[in-house]
């Protein structure tokens, strides 16, 4: 997921197979959920946005979730802030530069449990054409029937990404999470 909070929520997918059967691939995108984002400005408040267009794909066994796959593909010209001229300023050259870089992707594996139930997802961040190591922590959240929800979060810094505008304003630090529900 690009810079930013990212949160894909109310997503109703495909039945996945019963316990014991292999991994399974789902294609999602903005009409299943949502990505946003979010920082902190001046540290005093927290300012939080959208990606209005993506497409993710996840590969997931809901008897092994800890084994997940997950890539996923923003529009970065999709972004939307609620503040007079905050979306323009996203989209700007010292941001994500959407004319140059009208893409941003994440790609990560799960691997294992963590002792609080999550399950870490280690992969690889791309954003304005640079490329980090980026890893999230990912939880089975609820279960209610046949419909699991599913959460992820993670932090990246910015300024790693080549956005580096407005330090005194803007925390380099920005969280990032996912929140999906998925038929099981």
Wanted: hydrophobic share 45%; proline share 6%.
């Amino acid at each position: 997921m690009p810079a930013r909070r990212a949160l894909l929520c109310l997503a109703v997918l495909p039945a996945l197979p019963a316990r014991g059967q292999e991994r399974t691939r789902y294609v999602f995108d903005q009409s299943l959920g949502r990505i946003g984002f979010s920082a902190r400005h001046l540290g005093l408040f927290t300012s939080q946005g959208l990606f209005e267009r993506f497409q993710a794909t996840l590969l997931i066994d809901p008897a092994n979730p800890q084994n997940a796959s997950v890539e996923c593909v923003v529009e970065t010209a999709e972004v939307s802030i609620p503040f007079p001229g905050a979306t323009d300023l996203l989209r700007s050259e010292p941001y994500f530069d959407v004319a140059r870089h009208p893409t941003a992707r994440f790609s990560g594996q799960a691997n294992g449990l963590t002792e609080a139930g999550g399950f870490p997802i280690a992969g690889q961040l791309a954003v304005r054409g640079v490329t980090r190591p980026f890893r999230m922590t990912a939880r089975l959240i609820e279960r209610q029937g046949a419909v699991a929800r599913f959460q992820a979060e993670g932090e990246m810094r910015r300024g790693e990404f080549g956005m580096v505008a407005d330090r005194t304003l803007i925390s380099d630090a920005i969280q990032l999470s996912v929140d999906v529900r998925i038929a099981v």
